[in-house]
């Protein structure tokens, strides 16, 4: 039978059709493997603290807001900085920072709006970034490299909140103006804004058209992209409109928290669960496919049974929300199932645990660590030279510290404390494996085991004991604090033959205090990570600037160190890195602290959950993550 | 029925209630802002942004102008403030809709307490000296030498986990608590937990007291009259055996009331129990003033109720 010409060429287009469905099959296919409730439903182990970015501190209420929020640009999963409401990320070559590295200018998405529709222009960054300032929570001086800032600081505490407290001769005008003054603080930067009063607008902060943002700074910061990136928290574009409306607590009712993120919160019943769905025609990608987002709220005591509603399928994940550490014992039980063992995901954390010894005779502490300096010489660890100076003594203080860090055993003490799964041992320097700064697998000679060694350099420091007499170790107690004490309490009188008593102070807010006010001769102390970029741990923990905002425990300081820190804050990260680098060295020869453990995260997945995870800092946006077929 | 006499009892009760619960509350007042710490500090709060927090939540004001403020709010306005820790969280809506959660398992654990209890010790009585009756009483005795976290555990690990793992995922307690309120499967293992302890004891003394009241002339007329046994057991037996454990009903209330801190937290329920430790240790003042007030209120209101229900049970009390 022979076709005729129409009949070739209809063939010729259902083949071709055929192809095409063919094609969008596998497409349609995908979308089948998708189950049809796309639910995610997971334990939240705190209530929110806040999700106002201005004013945001932990990360419990970070990892919710990240998905409710959006900054100009966005850390990746793998913490690189990318374009988010900016359209790019500002570089030197691409014109987006000045050659003098102090203007920094940011275009923006046209597309981008709110939850409610309201359009995000450059007046909206504008506004979030002064109110951040001038707010002064937890994290606006993520903000402070930009002129005037300092300046907005000012006019916060000019605003009436620390009036003169209403004495016996205050007159009832003014006992009113305190306690007015305590309440409406928010509702007061509010009205400043409104107003425009340019007291409480950054000087240095500019929008040239709708769509562009200039930021010039004091001077030049390489960590400012860093900072202002950091998820959730100040450098986050809010809607001025919707604030106005409750300055305090705008952010408490599904319909007032308002953000430029793929979800937002459809119910909340505090201290009890939360609902988020996603933004309908949400304008950034990839578009979110989950259709709910169901927390049940309750308190890490409950870890355990939550562990176990998710091993019956109650839940589809356990470790989001800023609640990776899980109760080891249900871990280790995990492990050991051939098939839990499967969702078990761990994952290094950015925070480092360690001892600080007090360094500075002017603290209150005084106690035998207080010499803080010395000339540099070779030291032999575990018969290997090392290759790295470690300053002698100028006293007994430094040798009397190394004695200390070396007769400490840091991978047994992961296996004891830990083992090997909630933490692992700090060997590679302050900054944790993983993050810009890292030193390198055991490249920190304070992280070596040497017991000989220490007993050595003891008896040198101090022949006869009086120095470590009555010498006690600080902390805050909980888990798994009063294990690493107890540890340590061993290895000091195994290894150096100290007894070393133990002070553990149950509240944690009084500890901490104390310790940066430099009380303690010897205490427990860390740090988490704000932002992949080495400025987070060596502005905020030792030198002159933070021993000025007092959070300097080890009130170590030197002039090498300030000048070093100043020089590698100015300059562009990569340059900036060996110049950090260094200040790792200056503060391991002069063995400023015994590192201990560097944090791993627990996570648990069911096998369904497509793009769950978490990185080093964060866990994985929400948008990212589908649930298949199961 | 209530007499002119039982209505102003009842009246100087509440009364005296109102009083306790104002004491309570100011005392806790007074005593927690002695506490060392706050819930502001931590590594980026201190110093000046530090006096900004507690300013803005007035906490940089002389004591007693504090506690002024406080009370006007909580008395006259019934006000507790806004958490600390949470910031925006009213405390009276959430300690009143926790109250209710913890109402909610404690009277499903005080049903199980009176109702097990009674019935365990009828059983055993009237079997007495049969294995069911050393059965039941070592039962008892074992369930009041068990805290009621630790049979908690056991319950959640065999009915949650075991239980889970024999029938494939087929069977077992769910562990998620979804939503205010329990549905009865729920609310069963926890409220059990909570009861079981209680119901032994309410089991022991029931049974010696039914022991004690079936050998009374009046039951032996009973039966002399022809009454069936469960008659004679129920109507005339029981009640007056209940009159002895009427009595230890209101520490019974008290303990379950306190039970519930340890039982909400293992199950994960959202009641007033799990707020009361977690709030102290946050130094969330407020919400722990607010959890002791409700709790102040709720073992005196359940005194009450169990002296009133004393006219009921036993004719001859009046008040």
Known sequence: ?630 | MLTRGTLAYIGQRLVLIAFTVVAVSSLVFIGIHQLPGNAFISERVRGDRLELVLHEYGLDRPLLEQYQEWATNAFLHGDLGQSFVNRGLDITPLVLRELTVSAEVGGTALLITIGLGMLLGVVAAIKQNTWIDYLLTTTSVIGYSMPSFVLASFLLLFFAVFLASATGGAFYYPLHWSGTYGDPIQLSIPAFALGFPYASIVARLTRASMLEVIRQDYIRTARAKGLRERVVIIRHGLRNALIPVTTILGPLVIGIITGSVVIESIFTIPGLGKEFVGSILRHDYNITIGVFTMYALMVGVANLVVDISYTAIDPRIRY
Not at chain 1, 268 to 296: C, R
Not at chain 1, 477 to 496: E, R, S
Not at chain 1, 584 to 592: G, H, K, P, R, T
């Open chain 1, 1 to 630: 039978m022979r076709l005729s010409a129409f009949k070739l060429r209809a063939l010729s287009l259902a083949s071709m059709a055929g192809v095409l469905l063919v094609a969008c099959g596998s497409s349609s296919g995908q979308s089948q493997n998708l189950a049809s409730d796309q639910t995610l439903k997971f334990p939240y182990f705190q209530e929110f603290g806040t999700l106002d970015p201005g004013i945001l501190d932990a990360e419990v209420d970070s990892e919710i807001a990240q998905n409710i929020f959006n900054g100009l640009t966005r850390f990746d999963n793998n913490l690189t900085i990318q374009p988010d409401i900016a359209t790019d990320v500002p570089t030197a070559s691409n014109g987006g920072v000045s050659a003098d590295g102090l203007t920094y200018t940011f275009h923006l998405r046209k597309d981008v709006t709110f939850s409610n529709g309201d359009k995000v222009t450059s007046k909206d960054v504008l506004y979030s970034w002064n109110r951040a300032a001038a707010l002064q929570g937890p994290y606006a001086s993520n903000l402070g490299a930009i002129t005037g800032f300092s300046a907005v600081a000012k006019a916060t505490k000019a605003l009436g909140l620390k009036p003169k407290k209403p004495g016996a001769t205050a007159t009832a005008a003014e006992q009113q103006a305190f306690v007015d003054a305590s309440k409406n603080f928010q509702t007061q930067v509010e009205t400043k804004l409104a107003a425009n009063d340019p007291k409480f607008a950054m000087s240095g902060l500019t929008a040239p058209d709708d769509y562009t943002v200039v930021a010039k700074l004091d001077s030049p910061a390489g960590w400012f992209l860093s900072a202002i990136t950091l998820e959730s928290t100040t450098g986050m574009v809010v809607d001025q409109k919707v604030i106005q409306t409750n300055a305090r607590d705008w952010w408490t009712k599904p319909e007032t928290l308002i953000g430029t993120g793929a979800f937002k919160m459809t119910a909340h019943t505090a201290k009890q669960s939360a609902d988020f769905a996603p933004v309908a025609n949400w304008w950034g990608s990839p578009k979110p496919v989950l259709t709910k987002i169901h927390m049940d709220i309750h308190d890490p005591s409950s870890q355990s049974t939550d562990i176990a509603a998710w091993e019956q399928g109650q839940y589809d994940l356990v470790g989001y929300g800023g609640n990776s550490q899980l109760p080891k014992a249900d871990i280790l039980r995990i492990q050991k199932d051939p098939t839990e063992k499967n969702y078990l995901t761990l994952q290094p954390k950015v925070r480092t645990t360690w001892v600080t010894f007090n360094v500075n005779s002017s603290h209150a502490a005084k106690g035998p660590f207080t010499d803080q300096s010395g000339t540099a010489s070779t030291l032999t660890i575990n018969g290997d030279a090392q290759g790295i100076n470690l300053a002698a003594t100028s006293g007994n203080a430094h040798d009397l510290r190394l004695a200390f860090a070396l007769a400490v055993d840091k991978d047994k003490l992961a296996n004891v404390v830990c083992a090997n799964v909630t933490c692992s041992p700090a060997k590679g320097g302050l900054i944790t494996k993983g993050l810009l700064g890292y030193w390198g697998d055991d490249k920190d000679p304070l992280g070596k085991f040497d017991a000989s060694q220490a007993k050595t350099l003891l008896q040198k420091a101090d022949p006869n004991g009086t120095l470590v007499k009555g010498l006690k170790y600080s902390y805050n107690t909980g888990a798994p604090n009063d294990d690493v004490a107890t540890f340590l309490q061993d290895q000091w009188q195994t290894n150096l033959g100290v007894k070393v008593d133990l002070d553990p102070h149950p509240d944690a807010s009084a500890f901490i205090s104390d310790r940066l006010g430099g009380k303690y001769v010897m205490s427990r102390d860390g740090w988490q990570a704000d932002y992949n970029n080495p400025q987070d741990w060596y502005d905020n923990l030792w030198g002159a600037q933070a021993e000025t905002s007092t959070s300097n425990s080890s009130g170590y300081d030197s002039k090498t160190y300030d000048a070093t820190l100043a020089k590698a804050d100015a300059l562009p990260l990569d340059q900036a890195l060996p110049e950090y680098q260094k200040l790792q060295q200056e503060l391991s020869d002069n063995v400023v602290y015994i590192p201990l453990y560097y944090s791993v995260g627990q996570f648990l997945f069911k096998p369904y959950l497509k793009g769950a995870g978490s990185n080093n800092f964060f866990d994985h946006y929400w948008n990212e993550i589908s649930i298949l077929q199961h």
